[in-house]
C-alpha cells in the first residue's frame, strides 16, 4: 500500500490521558500535514511540516499538542490531558513540495473519543 | 470573513438531475482550487483540481470566477454513487483551508 498510513484507526482514552497517534506519508512527499474535524465541519488545519521542520502551527493547536517528524519520514501527533472537546477525526496529509497543485492524499484518519 | 463559505445544504436530488455547489473564498492571492469528496465516516479525497478558469471530468464541471472570488461544481446525470459532502478548498501555498461542505443525497 503506497497510500497515506494512520495508526490507530480509533482510540478511546479517558479524560486526562495522553495520546499519541502515527502518520506514514507517501514516501516520496516531503509535506505532511495535520487536520482535525468535528461532524458536520470541514478538516481544520492543525500544523504542517516540511521534511522534519514544523513550519506553521494552528492557533488551535494549544499547549497540549505536540507534532514531530523527526527524521523528516513518519509523524506523531500527542495529545497531553486529554479534554472531551479533543474527541474528533484527526486527518493526516502528504503531498510533494513540487506538486501541491495536485491537492493533498489523506489518510483514513484516527478517531478519538474521550470519555 | 471566514477564508472559505459554503451552502452546506443538504441538497436531496433525483437521479439523473443536475446539481451545482458555489464556494466563495476570501484570499485572492489563491492560486488553484480544488474539489473533494468525502463519504460518511472516510477521509476526503480529491475530486478535481481547478487552475485556470475551469475544468471539466466526465460529469463533473468546475468553474472559477476570479473577479467575484467564487468557484463552482456542476454534476450532471446524478448517480446514487455520488451522494457524498462536497469541499472547496482554495490553495493559498502552504496549507489548504477547507469549507464546511455541501451534503447532497441522490434519490432514486
Known amino acids: 500500500d503506497t497510500g497515506v498510513s494512520q495508526d490507530p484507526r480509533h482510540k478511546i482514552t479517558k479524560r486526562g490521558q495522553n495520546v499519541t497517534f502515527r502518520c506514514d506519508p507517501i514516501s516520496e512527499h516531503n509535506r505532511l500535514y495535520w487536520y482535525r474535524q468535528t461532524l458536520g465541519q470541514g478538516p481544520e488545519f492543525l500544523t504542517y511540516?516540511?521534511?522534519?521542520?514544523?513550519?506553521?502551527k494552528s492557533r488551535l493547536l494549544s499547549d497540549r499538542f505536540s507534532a514531530e517528524r523527526p527524521k523528516g519520514s513518519f509523524s506523531t501527533l500527542e495529545i497531553q490531558r486529554t479534554e472531551q472537546g479533543d474527541s474528533a477525526m484527526y486527518l493526516c496529509?502528504?503531498?510533494?513540495?513540487?506538486?501541491?497543485?495536485?491537492?493533498?492524499?489523506f489518510g483514513s484518519g484516527t478517531r478519538l473519543t474521550v470519555v | 470573513r471566514k477564508e472559505v463559505e459554503q451552502d452546506p445544504g443538504p441538497f436531496n436530488v433525483p437521479e439523473g438531475a443536475t446539481v451545482a455547489f458555489n464556494c466563495t473564498y476570501s484570499?485572492?492571492?489563491?492560486?488553484?482550487f480544488f474539489w473533494y469528496r468525502q463519504d460518511c465516516r472516510k477521509e476526503p479525497k480529491l475530486l478535481m483540481s481547478?487552475?485556470?478558469s475551469g475544468n471539466e471530468d466526465g460529469r463533473f464541471t468546475a468553474q472559477l470566477n476570479r473577479a467575484s472570488q467564487y468557484i463552482s461544481l456542476l454534476i450532471r446525470d446524478s448517480k446514487l454513487s455520488d451522494s457524498a459532502t462536497y469541499l472547496c478548498v482554495p490553495n493559498t501555498g502552504n496549507q489548504f483551508y477547507f469549507g464546511t461542505g455541501t451534503s447532497l443525497t441522490v434519490i432514486p
Open positions: 511540516f516540511q521534511n522534519e521542520a514544523q513550519l506553521e
Open positions: 496529509a502528504s503531498s510533494s513540495y513540487r506538486d501541491t497543485n495536485y491537492g493533498y492524499t
Open positions: 481547478v487552475y485556470s
Open positions: 484570499n485572492s492571492a489563491s492560486q488553484s
